[in-house]
């Protein structure tokens, strides 16, 4: 048995002012990009070797997961004689994607 543990993470870029010293009676104003910037990533780590698969998904959904694993084990066959033990996190899209057949 050959353990996989998968997870995801998204990194957001927000511009929030939340404080400035200016002079007393003066209101400059704080040019900044009005909007958020985001990126997600999905990994899967493969324990025995340490080996790291990443996938780029718009959002995590059900499709998503499923498309990423596909991928992962496009990319690394199960080894014959092997089963691969995924392991995932307690998200909602998680539990409908054991549904796989």
Not at 74 to 85: F, I, L, N, R
Request: charged share 25%; hydrophobic share 40%.
């Amino acid at each position: 048995m050959i353990l996989v543990y998968q997870d995801e993470v998204r990194f957001q870029i927000q511009t929030t002012v939340i404080s400035a010293w200016y002079k007393k009676g003066s209101a400059p104003a704080v040019k900044s990009l009005p909007s958020r910037f985001k990126t997600s990533y999905r990994g899967f780590i493969i324990l025995e070797t340490g080996e790291l698969f990443v996938a780029r998904p718009e959002k995590f959904n059900y499709e998503t997961t499923i498309s990423s694993i596909r991928s992962f084990l496009e990319t690394h066959p199960v080894p014959e004689g092997k089963k691969y033990a995924l392991v995932m996190g307690n998200a909602p899209w998680h539990k409908k994607t054991m549904r796989l057949n």
